[in-house]
């Protein structure tokens, strides 16, 4: 029998294993093929519902399911942490034992290093997490005036436009509570751009210019004082808030520090085609953890998830593997209540950008049930 190791059940890991469910359904059946999901966590979570949980368009419930109810049949669940992988023996131990594998994959995400920025965690918000959304909601709901500050630790970041729309929905937010005149929006980048691709910075700046929100460029936060309420940036500029929505610094995960195989903020080193860990053919990585210069975004880790899956059944049912991954991922960017446009990227293609439009706002906030019944499920593996 052929053991399967996917370590993370979140978009990528799940999609993964439900895809591979789904294409080695006989083998599975036949006993010649386990897969084996790997995550401590009780809870699959949706998390671009954390971005808008803070402005009431989506229900904390509705952000995440217990992971065994989004797994497909056919998959072992294994409830454990891993700790530590030896890739030359290609073993995983975990909290709870050690499993040997003769194909891994690696979906373990980002984590959060709140340490890297002294004063984050007392002094300044984010929708990253379901528990920070839920204060940020209270927060926000009781704010009655002044400087709201909207900006990230460092790059990278999950979900590249997310700070952009939480900017936006403040403004309209706060103009259907008729406190425009009581409230300053600024936003900070650490780029002398609001975005990484110039054409939608810019449209993003008309934006601004339109809805009267601030914009601080090159601003490389170093510290937060969290008693007079100032952000400070590596060069001693100082902003001063009232309220900080500020993305928190993003790492991979402390399981690949701990194998010795990440780069310097342990990502993992990946194939930016075949997607296997540098020098292991049986293993892969998708998804937050990888070092890939695309973006962190559930559609690159369900993207990257198809590709690991037809390579890894492509070379079970005997075949060389030739799915390739082509960098594609995308985005729906909030623009305002009601409004929303497009974002798509490749390799080979700079971000395809499609203006504001109604459908795409209803596309994003309907997205969470398509998430739930299709995406997480794989069921599109038949096409995929
Ligand atoms: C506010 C916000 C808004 C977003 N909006 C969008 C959006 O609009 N569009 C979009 O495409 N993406 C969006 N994203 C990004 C998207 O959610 C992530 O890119 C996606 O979840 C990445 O999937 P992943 O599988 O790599 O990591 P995750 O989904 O984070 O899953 C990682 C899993 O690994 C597990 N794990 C970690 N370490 C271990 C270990 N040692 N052993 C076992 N398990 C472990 C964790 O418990 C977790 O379940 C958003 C994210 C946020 C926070």
Redesign the pocket.
């Known amino acids: 029998m052929k053991t399967i190791v996917v370590?993370?059940?979140?978009?990528?890991?799940i999609s993964t294993a439900n895809h591979l469910s789904y294409k080695l359904r006989d083998k599975i059946k036949a006993n010649e093929i386990r897969v084996m999901l790997?995550?401590?966590?009780k809870y699959?979570y949706y998390?671009?519902g954390?971005?808008e949980i803070p402005f009431g368009l989506m229900k904390k419930e509705e952000t995440y399911k217990e992971i065994d109810k989004v797994l497909a049949q056919g998959v072992t669940l294994l409830q454990e942490?891993?700790l530590k992988i030896d890739l030359a023996n290609r073993s995983v131990q975990t909290d709870k034992g050690k499993y040997t594998y003769d194909y891994l994959v690696i979906?373990?995400?980002?984590r959060y290093d709140y340490s890297a920025i002294p004063g984050f965690v007392e002094g300044v918000d984010h929708?990253?997490t379901l528990e920070g959304s839920n204060t940020l909601r209270k927060k926000l709901n009781d704010f009655k005036g002044g400087t709201v500050v909207v900006g990230i630790s460092s790059m990278p970041y999950?979900?590249t436009p997310?700070p952009l729309e939480a900017a936006f929905l403040l403004h309209d937010m706060f103009k259907s509570r008729n406190m425009l005149d009581k409230v300053k929006i600024i936003y900070t980048y650490p780029m002398p751009m609001v975005f990484p691709d110039k054409r939608i910075s810019d449209f993003a700046l008309g934006l601004f210019k339109e809805k009267g929100i601030e914009s601080v460029l090159d601003f490389k936060l170093k510290e937060v004082d969290s008693k007079s309420r100032d952000l400070i940036s590596i060069s001693g500029e100082k902003i001063h808030y009232d309220l900080a929505l500020i993305a928190p610094p993003h790492r991979g995960?402390e399981?690949i520090a701990a194998s010795g195989f990440g780069d310097q903020s342990d990502w993992v080193p990946v194939d930016k085609f075949t997607l296997n860990v540098t020098g292991y053919k049986n293993a892969f990585a998708?998804?937050?953890?990888t070092n890939l210069q695309v973006s962190?975004?559930?559609?690159v880790?369900d993207a990257e998830a198809v590709v690991v899956s037809n390579r890894i059944a492509e070379e079970i049912d005997g075949y060389n593997p030739e799915t390739l991954y082509d960098g594609s991922g995308g985005?729906?960017m909030i623009t305002g209540i009601g409004k929303a446009s497009m974002i798509s990227s490749n390799y080979n293609l700079s971000p395809v950008f499609m203006p504001e439009r109604y459908s795409f706002y209803w596309l994003k906030l309907i997205y969470n049930k398509v998430y739930w019944n299709m995406t997480a499920k794989a069921v599109l593996s038949e096409v995929a």
Not at 107 to 110: I, L
Not at 286 to 289: F, H
Not at 296 to 299: L, N, V
């Open positions: 370590i993370g059940g979140g978009s990528g890991g790997m995550d401590p966590s699959h998390q671009p954390f971005l942490k891993a979906a373990t995400g980002a929708f990253y999950k979900c997310a995960s399981l998708i998804g937050d953890a962190k975004a559930g559609s880790a985005a729906l």
